[in-house]
């Protein structure tokens, strides 16, 4: 019921900076908790930030300082602003949603993910 688009991710040199990009579209009644997180090669997919719709933030101590999350609830839409970019945030980058889809029900969807490359 509820699609997750990402955009944004790119090949970048180190000390670079990206925007990513999440749109949520299909029939929800609200969105709630929206999140970044992000899987490299051979690890665990790890958090990377969160925001609530009352944009309370969180964010994982590797990128505290470096990364900011917001989001647009008119549009629907989460951002990731990635600045001072290193090597090890090399990863693909997925969006997490919290809908609310009916009265009672809030399900969690993903997006199909957004490669970024940071080369030294």
């Known amino acids: 019921q509820v699609q997750l688009v990402e955009s944004g991710g790119d090949l970048v040199q180190a000390g670079g900076s990206l925007r990513l990009s999440c749109a949520a579209s299909?029939?929800?009644?609200?969105?709630?908790?929206m999140g970044w997180y992000r899987q490299a090669p051979e690890k665990q997919r790890e958090l990377v930030a969160t925001?609530?719709?009352?944009?309370?933030?969180t964010y994982a101590d590797s990128v505290k300082g470096r990364f900011t999350i917001s989001r647009d609830n008119a549009k629907n839409t989460v951002y990731l602003q990635m600045n001072s970019l290193k090597p090890e945030d090399t990863a693909v980058y997925y969006c997490?949603?919290?809908?609310?889809?009916?009265?009672?029900?809030?399900?969690?969807?993903w997006g199909q993910g957004t490669q970024v490359t940071v080369s030294s």
């Open positions: 997490n949603a919290d809908a609310r889809v009916r009265s009672f029900l809030q399900q969690t969807y």
């Open positions: 299909g029939r929800f009644f609200s969105l709630n908790v």
């Open positions: 925001i609530t719709n009352a944009d309370t933030t």
